[in-house]
């Protein structure tokens, strides 16, 4: 059962399925792993709820997030073993006053007294997988990223990371728009609001992406002729 199904009314879907909204996922082509804003200031150390979470960071999710990171890395060891990209897209807190902060909270944070812009170890960047800085919302608003992922020869974009009613939704309807299949990754992503998440979720999958959990999609990406014909290579 979807997330969302407990959220929004039965009579609203009703309408989405009316009229045609939402699709399967179309799994052909390469497809990269895409990883938003998974760092420290948008986790926080502790599992707890966010409104204990934000005592450390005005930005923690807490356990929501905490979840989220095992199964980020079920989906890095699926994409690392078979070759397949994965690009990191994270917040740049240098750049945070010069361009304009998308998050104006009450306490700041700067990378030169605490971890907040930090990726957690066990699913940071190895052998070189690329980082590509932010200073808004979307992965895509003035970043290489759309250059990189054609360069890597990719279709498909899946999308983990933080928050899905943030930086989640305006990068997702970018890849959307940039023409790349979208595929959010339910259980690794996460949200400071539960309704938000899921919401945000359905609203996006009516539209601009499909939703699927980390094993779905790995299992999808499998069992695809693309990938039979040597996609797992590069």
Request: a negative charge; charged letters at 20%.
């Amino acid at each position: 059962m979807p997330i969302w199904d407990n959220v929004v009314p039965e009579s609203e879907r009703e309408i989405y399925r009316k009229a045609g909204f939402g699709k399967a996922a179309n799994w052909e082509g390469k497809p990269a792993l895409v990883i938003i804003d998974a760092l420290w200031s948008f986790i926080g150390h502790r599992p707890v709820d966010v409104l204990e979470a934000i005592d450390e960071y005005p930005t923690a999710c807490g356990k929501p997030g905490l979840d989220a990171l095992g199964n980020i890395a079920n989906a890095l060891n699926f994409f690392r073993a078979n070759g397949l990209p994965v690009v990191y897209v994270c917040a740049d807190g240098k750049l945070r006053d010069v361009y304009g902060a998308t998050v104006r909270s009450r306490t700041s944070v700067t990378p030169e007294t605490s971890d907040a812009f930090e990726i957690p170890d066990q699913i940071a960047p190895v052998n070189l997988e690329p980082v590509v800085y932010k200073t808004k919302a979307s992965a895509f608003f003035r970043t290489p990223l759309d250059i990189l992922l054609r360069n890597l020869g990719v279709q498909v974009v899946l999308i983990a990371g933080s928050t899905t009613s943030g930086c989640i939704r305006a990068s997702t309807v970018d890849s959307h728009s940039h023409g790349f299949e979208t595929v959010l990754l339910e259980d690794a992503i996460w949200d400071r609001s539960q309704f938000s998440h899921a919401v945000s979720l359905f609203e996006l999958s009516m539209k601009y992406a499909s939703v699927a959990t980390v094993e779905a999609a790995c299992n999808a990406i499998s069992g695809t002729a693309s990938y039979e014909k040597g996609l797992k290579v590069g």
